[in-house]
């Protein structure tokens, strides 16, 4: 916008410049095009203007402008092609600012995991399928850990997903709620070594696949993820009060020696009705496979411990929770489930009769010491 002379007066002697009308004009319009904040009347500059002579606004509005910014000399008048015009028609030309963005469906995540596991699953069609939420967790987990903040991002998926199918719905509140229960809101969920790693593996893939069960009671979602909390932390691996001592001692050191093995087991359990650790082949019968455990009693647990007591009962059925004379494993019994299981130098020093003393105590220390599984046939007071 070129002008034909200066505009303003001159701040030394306060003698006013050409001030040509249509110069004026386009100086106050500049001006009117500037906010406040950035040295501009914003719009407030008006009133009647008269060639020759700059009004006594026009006059505050450039010293002002001018104070504006220091580069700038107060000299109060804008001259052609000087560099308080270019100023002016800098700020008063550019572009708009652009408008806040909107709120994004996903702008609550917040971890780079799993932002980066969801762009991967929303790309092409925008939706999620059941394998692409499996893939999230399992990419999730290829670091080992599952962070509060990543299970807050996980739990976000949940709220806000539109395309989410009913299973994989189920699938995210059970792991959500597992984590959070286990580590009391606070702690990371952990897998401290490689083999817990390729056996969380194997149990996304069994998440991800459809498919019938042979424990028709049981959900697999429920199964799935209760593998995944035992291969991080085998001591959560429990009996209830089903009286599976023995098969929960077999499988605690399974899950914790041989976690791919453990998750494997049961696995098959669940799919064919039937499985194998090393030698130890289990095949319970239809009344365990059809029964539903107390709610306080996970589904894996039940699925696997009620499985090998069942399997190797030759004389006493045990097909519920509460046949506990049945669920009884004597030491022998256990000593031999180990060996067939893959154990080697299985040493079995225990009887139902006699009670053992601060020797063979002092014995079991000795051998956990050594990195030896103790199992100890003890009655329960013992522990009260």
């Known amino acids: 916008m070129p002008l034909r002379g200066r505009v303003g007066r001159h701040v ?4 006013n410049c050409q001030n040509w009308k249509s110069d004026q004009e386009v ?22 203007i008269i060639g020759g002579f700059a009004s006594d606004a026009l006059y505050q509005a450039i010293l002002s402008f001018e104070k504006r910014y220091p580069q700038l000399r107060q000299r109060g008048f804008v001259e052609p092609n000087g560099p308080v015009l270019t100023q002016l028609e800098g700020l008063a030309l550019r572009p708009p600012p652009a408008p806040p963005k909107k709120p994004g469906q996903w702008d609550a995540i917040t971890t780079r995991t799993v932002s980066k596991s969801l762009n991967a699953g929303l790309d092409g069609d925008m939706t999620l399928s ?33 395309s989410l199918q009913q299973r994989s719905k189920s699938m995210l509140t ?37 498919g019938s069960s042979r424990f028709p009671s049981l959900d697999r979602n429920e199964v799935g993820v209760g593998l995944l909390m035992r291969i991080a932390n085998p001591g959560l691996i429990k009996q209830d009060q089903a009286s599976l001592c023995g098969p929960a001692a077999l499988l605690f050191s399974e899950a914790a020696d041989n976690p791919a093995a453990y998750a494997r087991f049961a696995i098959d359990l669940y799919e064919k009705g039937r499985a194998k650790l090393n030698r130890l082949e289990i095949a319970p019968d239809q009344d365990v496979r059809t029964y539903r455990p107390p709610p306080t009693m996970d589904h894996v647990d039940w699925m696997t411990m009620a499985s090998i007591r069942d399997s190797e009962n030759w004389f006493l059925d045990y097909d519920n929770a509460d046949k506990e004379f049945a669920g009884i ?23 139902i009769i006699a009670s053992m003393g601060l020797s063979e105590i002092d ?22």
């Open 130 to 162: 059941h394998s692409d939420v499996v893939n999230i967790i399992r990419r999730t987990l290829s670091d080992g850990v599952i962070t509060p903040d990543e299970i807050n991002d996980l739990a976000t998926i949940l709220a806000v997903a539109k």
């Open 12 to 15: 030394s002697t306060g003698a």
């Open 329 to 351: 494993t004597l030491p022998g019994e256990l000593a031999d489930w180990f060996r067939r299981a893959g154990y080697s130098k299985v040493e079995q020093d225990g009887n």
């Open 27 to 48: 100086v106050i319009a500049l001006l009117n095009h500037i906010p406040i904040a950035d040295g501009g009347t914003g719009g407030a500059l008006g009133g009647r």
């Open 174 to 210: 059970t792991l959500v709620n597992a984590i959070r229960k286990t580590a009391a809101g606070k702690g990371p969920y952990r897998l401290e070594t490689d083999r817990q790693l390729f056996a969380a593996g194997i149990v996304c893939d069994f998440l991800e696949r459809p």
């Open 363 to 384: 014995d079991a220390n000795r051998l956990y010491a050594d990195g030896y599984r103790i199992c100890l046939f003890i009655g329960a007071n013992i522990l009260s």
